[in-house]
């Protein structure tokens, strides 16, 4: 039995949503640490939380994790799923801080896709110079209308082996 134009036409433009909705590779990009499922769906995949680890691109020794839902279902399998705002985040030191360059208050550190057109999943950097701190904040946005759902972490310069502690408000542009 041969498929219907229609069906084939669904077919196509659901690969195309599906490619417009997913997130561009990157070699710096964030590493699946692990997914668990939430639900069950008999015929379809399961909705997950899904943890991912990111280094920092302009900041050795810090890394960020974050959990993220991600739809499973129908929409889900064939990536058109407006994923939800909700984001957890949670910043650390695992080595000695070295800054590559001068950043800006709320320089993004990672974007990507959380819908097939309007939604985006931002983590943004800042410092608090005057206790030598980072701070990492989540959020999405939408074209629309924003999110005010959130996220926060704190990451404290601490001297790391014999060298010396960097001061973030050195690395500021003014």
Same mark, same amino acid.
Request: a neutral charge; glycine letters at 10%; hydrophobic letters at 40%.
């Given at each position: 039995?041969? !498929?219907?134009?229609?069906? /084939?036409?669904?077919?196509?433009?659901?690969?195309?949503?599906?490619?417009?909705?997913?997130?561009?590779?990157?070699? *710096?990009? !964030?590493?699946?640490?692990? #997914?668990?499922?939430?639900?069950?769906?008999l015929l379809t995949p399961n909705?997950?939380?899904?943890? =991912?680890?990111?280094? *920092?691109?302009?900041?050795?020794?810090?890394? %960020?994790?974050?959990?993220? $839902?991600?739809?499973?279902?129908?929409?889900?399998?064939?990536?058109?799923?407006?994923?939800?705002?909700?984001?957890?985040?949670? %910043? #650390?030191?695992?080595?000695?801080?070295?800054?590559?360059?001068?950043?800006?208050?709320?320089?993004?550190?990672?974007?990507? #896709?959380?819908?097939? /057109?309007?939604?985006? /999943? $931002?983590?943004?950097?800042? %410092? *608090?110079?005057? $206790?030598?701190?980072?701070?990492?904040?989540? =959020?999405?946005?939408?074209?629309?209308?924003?999110?005010?759902?959130?996220?926060?972490?704190?990451?404290?310069?601490?001297?790391?082996?014999?060298?010396?502690?960097e001061q973030c408000g050195e690395? /500021?542009?003014?």
């Open positions: 039995m041969k !498929p219907s134009k229609f069906v /084939l036409s669904a077919l196509i433009a659901s690969g195309l949503f599906a490619a417009a909705g997913a997130a561009p590779a990157r070699a *710096d990009g !964030p590493d699946l640490i692990f #997914r668990k499922s939430t639900d069950f769906k909705d997950k939380l899904a943890t =991912y680890v990111l280094d *920092d691109p302009e900041i050795d020794g810090v890394a %960020c994790y974050y959990t993220v $839902h991600e739809k499973g279902g129908v929409a889900g399998m064939f990536g058109v799923a407006e994923q939800t705002s909700d984001v957890s985040l949670s %910043c #650390r030191q695992y080595g000695p801080v070295k800054f590559k360059e001068k950043f800006g208050q709320g320089d993004e550190v990672f974007s990507e #896709r959380r819908s097939a /057109l309007w939604k985006r /999943l $931002h983590i943004v950097r800042g %410092c *608090d110079a005057k $206790h030598n701190a980072l701070v990492y904040m989540a =959020y999405s946005d939408r074209l629309i209308e924003g999110s005010p759902e959130n996220s926060t972490s704190g990451v404290p310069i601490q001297p790391w082996g014999a060298g010396d502690v690395f /500021l542009k003014k």
